[in-house]
């Protein structure tokens, strides 16, 4: 994502979005998944410890103005949730591109879905792009783009999340700014680099620990400790010590996502918390193995043993 040359094929620089002939392609009114089942998707098995949106609010939407929008006759009711047609128009936006991001989760992509959510995203980008819910919808895009391995459109709503964030500082008030920034920085990260070098893995590293906890690093540890595991090569004298801080930091890391996680009351349910767990669990393993593979020759049964149990818990039912 936040790749400064990324290597994609972008020799079709004319996109679904930009084309003249979009509107004949798309049908006006287009069966989408029931709007609950979407909301439940969202919030059980998508958004992880950082929502967009309150579940009520979205609720609301689908039950009061989405039959409004498809049949292109809005009135807006006083209420709690929505205070303006922008806001409306903008959440609708959200909610077709995370029905795009609940049907490619499910059941793989649908072509025709997703493009009636790039066609509003790119109609409301001329009078709406100072709306929250326009931004986070392209963040949403972007992960869709992501599961499709299409740098081209990942770098180009990577692109409008950022402009939208740095032009829109006064909005840091809104009660999602701060988890659409966090959400967008996880992203980048994690795509700047080649995380096989150490230096790159602890990087990473680095930035999530930030996003999960608030602290820095070289704070959180003892003075000097990670600048020296960031400049120095892992030998099999020094093997331990970084094994060691390696799991105090996985383990703050997990004791403040638990934190995080029991305070979504909107996405509580059993199957969330077995989610959470389980993509913890497999996000801390495989940050490990990517710490043994510097070491093979002191560490390559404990890279056996940890491949395995990845392995193994690619066959969760979650998974199915």
Same mark, same amino acid.
């Not at 995370?98 to 879905?113: C, F, N, P, R, V």
């Not at 740098?151 to 500082?169: C, G, Q």
């Not at 996880?186 to 994690?190: G, H, L």
């Given at each position: 994502?936040?790749?400064?040359?990324p290597?994609? *094929?972008t020799?079709?620089?004319?996109?679904d979005?930009?084309? =003249?002939?979009?509107?004949?392609?798309i049908?006006?009114?287009?069966? /989408?998944?029931?709007?609950?089942?979407?909301?439940?998707i969202?919030?059980?098995?998508?958004?992880? !410890?950082?929502?967009?949106?309150?579940? &009520?609010?979205?609720?609301y939407?689908?039950?009061?103005?989405?039959?409004?929008?498809? +049949?292109e006759?809005?009135?807006?009711?006083?209420?709690?949730?929505?205070?303006?047609?922008?806001?409306?128009?903008?959440?609708?936006?959200?909610?077709?591109a995370?029905?795009?991001?609940?049907? $490619?989760?499910?059941?793989?992509?649908?072509?025709?879905?997703l493009?009636k959510?790039?066609?509003?995203?790119a109609?409301?980008?001329?009078?709406?792009?100072?709306?929250?819910?326009?931004?986070?919808s392209?963040?949403?895009?972007?992960?869709?783009?992501i #599961? +499709?391995?299409n740098?081209?459109?990942?770098?180009?709503?990577?692109? %409008? !999340?950022?402009?939208?964030?740095?032009?829109?500082?006064d909005?840091?008030e809104?009660?999602?700014?701060?988890p659409?920034?966090?959400y967008?920085d996880?992203?980048?990260?994690?795509f700047?680099?080649?995380?096989?070098?150490? #230096?790159?893995?602890?990087?990473?590293?680095?930035?999530i620990?930030?996003?999960?906890?608030?602290?820095?690093?070289e *704070?959180?540890?003892?003075? #000097?400790?990670?600048?020296?595991m960031?400049?120095? =090569?892992?030998?099999?004298?020094n093997f331990?010590?970084?094994?060691?801080?390696?799991d105090?930091i996985? $383990?703050?890391?997990?004791?403040?996502?638990q934190?995080?996680?029991?305070?979504? !009351? *909107?996405?509580h349910? &059993?199957i969330?918390?077995?989610?959470?767990?389980?993509?913890?669990?497999i %996000?801390?393993? #495989?940050?490990?193995?990517?710490?043994?593979?510097? %070491? $093979?020759e002191v560490?390559?049964p404990?890279?056996?043993?940890?491949?395995l149990?990845?392995?193994? /818990?690619? +066959?969760n039912?979650?998974?199915?």
């Open positions: 994502m936040n790749k400064s040359s290597s994609a *094929d020799s079709n620089t004319t996109t979005l930009e084309s =003249p002939s979009t509107e004949a392609i049908p006006q009114t287009i069966p /989408l998944p029931p709007s609950n089942q979407i909301i439940e969202y919030f059980t098995f998508l958004c992880g !410890v950082n929502p967009l949106i309150e579940k &009520e609010k979205l609720k939407f689908t039950n009061n103005y989405l039959f409004q929008i498809d +049949e006759k809005i009135e807006l009711e006083e209420n709690e949730w929505i205070k303006s047609k922008e806001e409306m128009k903008s959440v609708h936006c959200f909610y077709l995370i029905s795009a991001y609940a049907k $490619q989760a499910t059941e793989g992509l649908d072509e025709t879905i493009k959510a790039e066609k509003e995203f109609i409301m980008s001329m009078d709406y792009s100072t709306e929250f819910y326009w931004a986070a392209a963040l949403i895009l972007l992960i869709v783009y #599961g +499709e391995g740098l081209y459109k990942l770098n180009y709503y990577l692109a %409008i !999340v950022n402009f939208y964030i740095e032009n829109n500082k909005c840091k809104h009660k999602f700014f701060k659409l920034e966090r967008r996880q992203i980048a990260s994690r700047k680099n080649n995380v096989q070098s150490l #230096g790159n893995t602890l990087e990473s590293l680095s930035k620990f930030f996003h999960s906890t608030s602290m820095k690093l *704070d959180f540890l003892l003075p #000097g400790v990670w600048e020296h960031k400049t120095s =090569p892992v030998t099999p004298q331990i010590l970084f094994k060691q801080v390696l105090i996985f $383990q703050t890391m997990v004791k403040f996502k934190t995080v996680t029991e305070s979504l !009351v *909107d996405c349910n &059993e969330f918390f077995q989610s959470q767990r389980l993509y913890t669990t %996000i801390t393993e #495989g940050y490990i193995l990517l710490f043994l593979k510097q %070491i $093979q560490s390559f404990a890279m056996e043993e940890i491949a149990k990845i392995t193994l /818990l690619t +066959e039912e979650l998974f199915l």
